[in-house]
């Protein structure tokens, strides 16, 4: 009698592999760090050869970068999550768009990710890029397009929407994001008082004069 051979993969099946090597990969390069974690390692992790991983990735570091993809695209905050934030108070819609960001950061795999670009930045200035993109920018674009429609509406006097958003998450979110990823978070309600402090301080260089 011929032995049965298993069949090609299906295309599920091969997805599903590829998915689960860049989140074993992900996960390798959070615990060690680039120059420990080992090619060998990951296959073994995921019972796959060093020449099945080669095949897709040329090297260590072409693995790194799609497994920083992937962890950046699953830390991502969805559209309709931003959308949510938006009310009928600017300024408490403000404080909402900030809190998002902050609170992602300080989640256990978002503090895993800003630490390994931060560790990495000096080898890989795109995976910087690439977290801009994925992660920050739908964030930007959204308050962008706030920020122009209550100039719009005679509210604020912006000239400059999209610049205007970035000074906004660098300004109200940067410094406690610097605090969360140094490893000295500051408490809640410390968080609470400077959002506001900084939102009231944005929105007072904001609004039109006289």
């Given at each position: 009698?011929?032995?049965?051979?298993?069949?090609?993969?299906?295309?599920?099946?091969?997805e599903a592999r590829q998915a689960q090597l860049l989140e074993r990969a992900f996960d390798h390069f959070?615990?060690?760090?680039?120059?420990?974690?080992?090619?060998?390692?990951?296959?073994?992790?995921?019972?796959?050869?060093?020449r099945t991983v080669y095949a897709r990735y040329p090297d260590k570091a072409?693995?790194?970068?799609a497994a920083v993809r992937r962890g950046i695209e699953r830390y991502a905050i969805s559209r309709e999550r931003i959308?949510?934030?938006?009310?009928g108070d600017l300024e408490q819609t403000l404080i909402a768009i900030a809190m998002l960001r902050i609170e992602l950061t300080a989640t256990a795999e978002g503090l895993r990710l800003q630490r390994i670009i931060?560790?990495?930045?000096?080898?890989?200035p795109d995976t910087f890029n690439?977290?801009?993109?994925?992660?920050?920018?739908?964030?930007?674009?959204f308050l962008a397009d706030l920020l122009a429609e209550e100039t719009a509406?005679?509210?604020?006097?912006?000239?400059?929407?999209?610049?205007?958003?970035?000074?906004?998450m660098a300004m109200v979110v940067g410094g406690p994001v610097r605090f969360i990823t140094s490893g000295n978070p500051l408490a809640p309600e410390d968080v609470d008082k400077r959002v506001a402090f900084a939102v009231r301080l944005f929105l007072q260089g904001a609004r039109p004069r006289g």
């Open positions: 009698m011929n032995p049965v051979r298993a069949g090609r993969p299906t295309r599920e099946q091969a959070l615990e060690k760090g680039f120059d420990h974690a080992t090619i060998e390692a990951i296959a073994a992790d995921v019972n796959m050869t060093k072409a693995l790194f970068r959308t949510a934030t938006r009310g931060n560790t990495e930045s000096y080898r890989f690439t977290f801009y993109t994925i992660a920050a920018r739908p964030t930007v674009e509406a005679g509210r604020l006097a912006i000239d400059a929407p999209l610049m205007a958003a970035n000074v906004f």
